[in-house]
C-alpha cells in the first residue's frame, strides 16, 4: 500500500482515518478496566445460552440510563455485533435469501452475509434526504428473497439517524412484507446535537420482528473485550419463536468469556466517561475541520447528525480516489475514498474525527492550500 511505501522511505505519513479507540490517546481508567477482568466468579463454568443473567441486567439498566427500554429476557449476549449478525442470518435466511443492506453504509455486510451463503442486495440511502431511508425506494430494489432489512443508526460514515416517521414507515412496511429489521446502533450514543426526531429501534411501535444490535467496541470503546447483544422486539408469537430459535443458535456456540460477562457491569458503569471524552475529540476536530475548510471553498463539509466520521465533498476535477492519492503522496496525508462506503457518486472523502487533535491539525494544515476559499 501507498502509505506504508512512503513510511518505508521516512515519510511521516499523517492518518486521518483511525477507528480503534484503543490507539486513539484516550485516557481510560486502565487499573479499573483490568481490575473488573479479576472476579472470583470467572472461576467457574457455567454456560447460558442468552448470556450471564445479571451481564443482561446491566446491559438493559445501561439502556435504561440512556432513556431506551430493553428486557433482559429479549436479550441475547455475543461477542461483537459481527457474530451476532451471523446468527440473525442464520436465523431468518436459508441459503440464497437475502438482506437488504444500505448503501453508502459500514463495508461489512457483504462479507458476514456471504460467509451463511445469504446475498446482500443493496437499496440506496438518499442524498436528498440527508442519507435517510425512503420507503419507495427501499421497495423497488426489495428482492423476492429478501428476509430482512439492515438500517444502521446512525448510518456510518454518514451520521444520519432514523427518523420517528421514517421509523413508523419501515416498520409499517416489514410488517406487510413479512421481513424483518435489523438496526445496528453501535453508534447511538454519539450524537453531536439534540433532536427530538431521532429514534432507537428499542422504541415501538414493533409491528415487525425487530433486532437491534449494540456492543462495547464503541458504546465503552472497547472493541478488544469482545461483547456485543442483539435485543429481540416485535409481536409475540414471532418474538418468542425468535429467541427460542436464537438461544439454540448460540448455544451451538457457547458463551461469551465469563471474565468478560463478569466485567461488564462494571465497564457499562465508566461509560459516560469514555464517551464524553470521545464526544469531545470529536467536537475539536469538527472544529478544525470548519476553519479549514471555510465557506467559499470548492470543498464542502457534509453535513451530518453523529458518529466518528466526517465526509467531505470534493471537486469532481478528480475522482476521490486520485484525491485520495494526491493527499497521501504530495502531504503524506491518509484518508478514505468513498466508495470504501459504496457512496453511489464521486467525490467524497472520510475522515475519522476520532484521529488524535495534534495529527489532526497537522494532517489538516498540511491539506489547508488545497481547501482554500477559490
Ligand atoms: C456500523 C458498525 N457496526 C458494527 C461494527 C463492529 O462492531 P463489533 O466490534 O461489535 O463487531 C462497526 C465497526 O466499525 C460499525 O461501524
Redesign the pocket.
Known amino acids: 500500500m501507498a502509505a506504508e511505501r512512503l513510511r518505508a522511505a521516512g515519510a511521516r505519513v499523517l492518518d486521518l482515518t483511525l477507528?480503534n479507540p484503543t490507539r486513539a490517546g484516550l485516557a481510560y481508567p486502565e487499573a479499573e478496566i483490568l481490575a473488573a477482568l479479576g472476579d472470583a466468579r470467572s472461576l467457574r463454568y457455567e454456560p447460558t445460552a442468552k448470556g450471564l443473567l445479571e451481564a443482561r441486567e446491566a446491559v438493559a439498566a445501561w439502556h435504561a440510563r440512556q432513556g431506551a427500554v430493553a428486557h433482559p429476557e429479549q436479550m441475547l449476549l455475543a461477542a461483537?455485533?459481527?457474530e451476532a449478525y451471523g446468527w440473525l442470518f442464520k436465523l431468518l435466511c436459508e441459503p440464497g435469501d437475502a438482506v437488504m443492506a444500505p448503501r453508502p453504509s459500514?463495508p461489512l455486510f457483504e462479507c458476514l452475509a456471504t460467509l451463511d451463503g445469504v446475498r446482500t442486495v443493496q437499496y440506496p440511502l438518499l442524498e436528498e434526504l440527508r442519507w435517510g431511508v425512503d420507503v419507495a425506494e427501499l421497495e423497488r430494489h426489495l428482492d423476492e428473497r429478501a428476509r430482512a432489512v439492515i438500517l444502521?443508526n446512525p448510518n456510518?460514515p454518514t451520521g444520519t439517524y432514523v427518523k420517528r416517521g421514517e421509523w413508523l414507515k419501515l416498520q409499517e412496511f416489514a410488517a406487510m412484507r413479512g421481513l424483518a429489521l435489523i438496526v445496528?446502533e453501535?453508534?447511538f450514543d454519539y450524537a453531536w446535537g439534540e433532536d427530538g426526531r431521532r429514534v432507537s429501534s428499542l422504541e415501538g411501535p414493533h409491528l415487525a420482528l425487530t433486532f437491534t444490535l449494540s456492543?462495547l467496541?464503541k458504546i465503552a470503546a472497547l472493541?478488544q473485550m469482545k461483547l456485543?447483544w442483539v435485543h429481540v422486539a416485535g409481536p409475540e408469537e414471532l418474538r418468542r419463536e425468535a429467541l427460542e430459535r436464537l438461544e439454540w443458535i448460540a448455544d451451538s456456540y457457547l458463551p461469551v468469556s465469563a471474565p468478560v460477562l463478569h466485567a461488564a457491569e462494571r465497564w457499562l458503569e465508566w461509560t459516560p466517561a469514555v464517551q464524553e471524552a470521545i464526544q469531545e475529540r470529536v467536537w475539536r476536530n469538527r472544529q478544525v475541520l470548519g476553519e479549514v475548510v471555510q465557506e467559499g471553498s470548492a470543498w464542502r463539509v457534509m453535513p451530518a447528525e453523529g458518529g466518528w466520521m466526517a465526509l467531505l465533498d470534493a471537486p469532481r476535477i478528480h475522482s476521490e480516489e486520485e484525491w485520495a492519492l494526491e493527499f497521501l503522496e504530495q502531504y503524506q496525508v491518509l484518508v478514505q475514498p468513498g466508495y470504501f462506503f459504496d457512496f453511489q457518486r464521486e467525490a467524497l472523502v472520510a475522515v475519522s474525527l476520532l484521529t488524535g487533535e495534534e495529527e489532526f491539525r497537522e494532517g489538516l494544515g498540511r491539506l489547508s492550500r488545497i481547501f482554500r476559499p477559490v
Open positions: 477507528s461483537s455485533t459481527s459500514y444502521v456510518n445496528d453501535v453508534f456492543g467496541s472493541p456485543g
